[in-house]
């Protein structure tokens, strides 16, 4: 959290490896800005109603010394990024890490709306970009009327879910069902991956069609238990 300081998050890289049969510590969760539905995404300009400008962490430069603890450590994070300027805040922690470190599989979770001077970045960071196909084909309609899109604008919310484009600049994609904020069920998390509209509803308008994922895509390899935080379903997209 927020004020944490080294001795925290000590405490916190101790209870790597906790567990019993069902369940495992396997890594670090963090958030850098809230949700653009109630203003508190983190965005490089304001919404449509002046809101979504502020960090959650006040001071990013300590979430980036968190980020080097952890990665130094060989453990996992997974970061909570939904607006333009939080994902920019991820990518720079990570693209300051020393080369070299412990391996482990660090994550930026959400990223809902990404511009195009951000996509070529997360290649070269080796960060995950774990993603949820129903955010985008059960709340945002492709005709912009809901509440996250008036929000955004049209520029910000066409680049929103940018699955195909992350793939081709050659970031490993991570699809998932962000349970219980939206249906766990795999299969069609994996359809709404391909048809970007809700499976079983023909009658609804893809949203960016353009940034559909094909079958073999979306349903490449299986993330490993020990990663953390993929709900309901993970699978990997290789480049």
Same mark, same amino acid.
């Given at each position: 959290?927020?004020?944490?300081? !080294?001795?925290?998050?000590?405490?916190?890289?101790?209870?790597? $490896?906790?567990?019993?049969?069902? @369940?495992?510590?396997?890594?670090?969760?963090?958030?850098?800005?809230? =949700?653009?539905?109630?203003?508190?995404?983190?965005?490089?300009?304001?919404?449509?109603?002046?809101?979504?400008?502020?960090?959650?962490?006040?001071?990013?430069?300590?979430?980036?010394?968190?980020? @080097?603890?952890?990665?130094? @450590?060989?453990?996992?994070?997974?970061?909570?990024?939904?607006?333009?300027?939080?994902?920019?805040?991820?990518? !720079?922690?990570?693209?300051?890490?020393?080369?070299?470190?412990?391996?482990?599989?660090?994550?930026?979770?959400?990223?809902? =709306?990404?511009?195009?001077?951000?996509?070529?970045?997360?290649?070269?960071?080796?960060?995950?970009?774990?993603?949820?196909?129903?955010?985008? =084909?059960?709340?945002?309609?492709?005709?912009?009327?809901?509440?996250?899109s008036t929000r955004l604008g049209p520029e910000r919310a066409n680049n929103?879910?940018?699955?195909?484009?992350?793939?081709?600049?050659?970031? =490993?994609? $991570?699809? $998932?069902?962000?349970?219980?904020?939206?249906?766990? !069920?795999?299969?069609?998390?994996?359809?709404?991956?391909?048809?970007?509209?809700?499976? $079983?509803?023909?009658?609804?308008?893809?949203?960016?069609?353009?940034?559909?994922?094909?079958?073999?895509?979306?349903?490449?390899?299986?993330?490993?238990?020990?990663?953390?935080?993929?709900?309901?379903?993970?699978?990997?997209?290789?480049?």
């Amino acid at each position: 959290m927020p004020g944490s300081s !080294e001795q925290d998050w000590q405490q916190l890289a101790e209870q790597i $490896g906790l567990g019993g049969k069902r @369940r495992e510590v396997a890594g670090m969760k963090l958030f850098v800005d809230g =949700t653009v539905d109630n203003g508190r995404a983190w965005l490089f300009e304001p919404d449509a109603y002046g809101e979504s400008v502020a960090p959650f962490w006040p001071r990013p430069e300590e979430y980036a010394a968190a980020v @080097r603890f952890f990665a130094a @450590r060989g453990i996992p994070t997974a970061t909570h990024a939904i607006g333009d300027a939080g994902v920019a805040a991820v990518l !720079e922690a990570f693209e300051s890490l020393p080369p070299g470190g412990p391996q482990a599989v660090h994550r930026i979770e959400h990223l809902e =709306t990404v511009p195009d001077a951000l996509i070529g970045r997360f290649a070269r960071t080796g960060l995950v970009a774990s993603m949820q196909p129903t955010h985008c =084909t059960h709340f945002s309609p492709a005709d912009q009327t809901d509440n996250w899109s008036t929000r955004l604008g049209p520029e910000r919310a066409n680049n929103a879910w940018r699955c195909a484009d992350l793939r081709v600049a050659g970031t =490993t994609l $991570g699809l $998932g069902s962000d349970w219980p904020i939206a249906p766990f !069920e795999p299969l069609p998390i994996l359809a709404d991956a391909q048809l970007r509209r809700r499976s $079983g509803h023909r009658e609804e308008v893809p949203i960016s069609p353009g940034q559909a994922l094909t079958a073999r895509q979306a349903r490449s390899k299986a993330i490993p238990r020990t990663q953390p935080g993929l709900r309901g379903i993970g699978r990997l997209l290789g480049p």
